[in-house]
T-cell receptor, first 113, second 112 residues
Framework: NAGVTQTPKFQVLKTGQSMTLQCAQD?????MYWYRQDPGMGLRLIYYSASEGTTDKGEVPNGYNVSRLNKREFSLRLESAAPSQTSVYFC????????????FGSGTRLTVV | TQLLEQSPQFLSIQEGENLTVYCNSS?????LQWYRQEPGEGPVLLVTVVTGGEVKKLKRLTFQFGDARKDSSLHITAAQPGDTGLYLCAGAAVQGAQKLVFGQGTRLTINP
């Protein structure tokens, strides 16, 4: 099915470990996004990529890095995981134009112990 | 920083009742969207409103964008258990904005 695919769905890390969350979309969207969702805080933007070859910081970028590998793929890396990064992470993509909304993946539930 | 405040944060009502969820800001938005999120899934787009005063209907759901484009509401008529979920509003600050600002969400529970 067309859409946004995130892997893995669940992950447990120890403090200080690193990992990369993968995201791919097959809708030929220009823009891609990484959000984190915490209880009572809604969705907060970590990084986004308006087009292939560009990335920009969002609201909460500290502790994360991203790579827009090509138009389809946008990965999020945690270099040294901290318990404060325990969250649900969502990748999204969007077609250019204000009437178009985000298409979200199904999320990665990350626990850092 | 533009903020979107949703109210109420939690709402639990009986099947068949009507309800309204609000999304308010002190800032003007170029467009506003509503999403619904079910447990274990990502949010799914319900509607986009772009014109002040605009009203859109999606079956039993009615969405309105305020005249000044600073607020929006979602009204559900004769709520059903299938309407249960987290409802999120999201706004674009300017036309062509690459990123959206999200409200904190309204968790709606419809009891049979």
């Amino acid at each position: 099915n067309a859409g946004v695919t995130q892997t893995p769905k669940f992950q447990v890390l120890k403090t200080g470990q690193s990992m990369t969350l993968q995201c791919a979309q097959d809708m030929n969207h220009n823009s891609m996004y990484w959000y984190r969702q915490d209880p009572g805080m809604g969705l907060r933007l970590i990084y986004y990529s308006a087009s292939e070859g560009t990335t920009d910081k969002g609201e909460v970028p500290n502790g994360y890095n991203v790579s827009r590998l090509n138009k389809r793929e946008f990965s999020l890396r945690l270099e040294s995981a901290a318990p404060s990064q325990t969250s649900v992470y969502f990748c999204a993509s969007r077609r250019t134009g204000q009437v178009y909304g985000y298409t979200f993946g199904s999320g990665t539930r990350l626990t850092v112990v | 920083t533009q903020l979107l405040e949703q109210s109420p944060q939690f709402l639990s009502i009986q099947e068949g009742e009507n309800l309204t969820v609000y999304c308010n800001s002190s800032s003007v938005f170029s467009s506003l969207q509503w999403y619904r999120q079910e447990p274990g899934e990502g949010p799914v787009l319900l509607v986009t409103v772009v014109t002040g005063g605009e009203v859109k209907k999606l079956k039993r759901l009615t969405f309105q964008f305020g005249d000044a484009r600073k607020d929006s509401s979602l009204h559900i008529t004769a709520a059903q258990p299938g309407d249960t979920g987290l409802y999120l509003c999201a706004g674009a600050a300017v036309q062509g904005a690459q990123k959206l600002v999200f409200g904190q969400g309204t968790r709606l529970t419809i009891n049979p």
